[in-house]
């Protein structure tokens, strides 16, 4: 069975994003984007909602191609761009592959069954991207780990990580990393 997993940079007060979605505190370097290449060469399905999949769609397409990309970056939007991805939206009316952007199709409507046959397929790791797609799959006991990569910094106000989440959510810490520019990676398994 394939492992489903959510990698989230996260401020140590719990935010995902700040607010207007500002990610301009993510605390990268060249050790966190080796971290990222080797774990995008295990991926070989991205999950996204919305918003996330815009995201990504705006900045790694043009990456590969844009002169002033570092090696390492060039490398991780090679990975992104050439993965699958699902991308789940009510609001949008297509998603399409393009010139350095392989898609693979929008899906209206969750469906925990097509999760779980997604898991038990052959191939390699799933990414579920954006807190509120994993919030709904951590809901129906879809994730198998949560990594988190907290950044060294508070912002006082944003998207938390597990909005939408209802309850108390039991996990494991299963595996830590500290990385030289203060960010420490979390692996947690829910039990």
Not at 62 to 78: F, L, M, W
Not at 122 to 144: H, T, Y
Request: a positive charge.
């Amino acid at each position: 069975m394939r492992k489903l997993y959510i990698f989230l940079m996260l401020s140590l007060d719990g935010y995902f994003e700040g607010p207007n979605h500002d990610i301009s505190w993510h605390n990268v370097d060249s050790e966190s984007n080796k971290f990222a290449i080797e774990m995008l060469k295990k991926t070989d399905l991205f999950l996204w909602g919305r918003r996330n999949y815009q995201l990504m769609e705006a900045y790694w397409p043009g990456a590969t191609e844009d002169s002033s990309t570092s090696n390492d970056n060039r490398e991780i939007a090679q990975l992104m761009t050439n993965t699958d991805k699902v991308v789940f939206s009510k609001t949008l009316e297509r998603v399409e592959a393009k010139k350095n952007w392989k898609v693979s199709k929008l899906v209206r409507e969750y469906d925990p069954n097509e999760i779980r046959r997604l898991k038990s397929l052959e191939g390699k790791e799933i990414n579920v991207g954006g807190p509120d797609l994993a919030a709904s799959f951590l809901r129906d006991g879809l994730i198998d780990e949560l990594r988190f990569m907290v950044n060294p910094i508070a912002i006082g106000k944003g998207t938390p990580i597990f909005r939408g989440l209802e309850g108390r959510m039991k996990l494991e810490l299963i595996e830590t990393r500290r990385f030289r520019s203060g960010n420490e990676l979390l692996c947690y398994r829910p039990k």
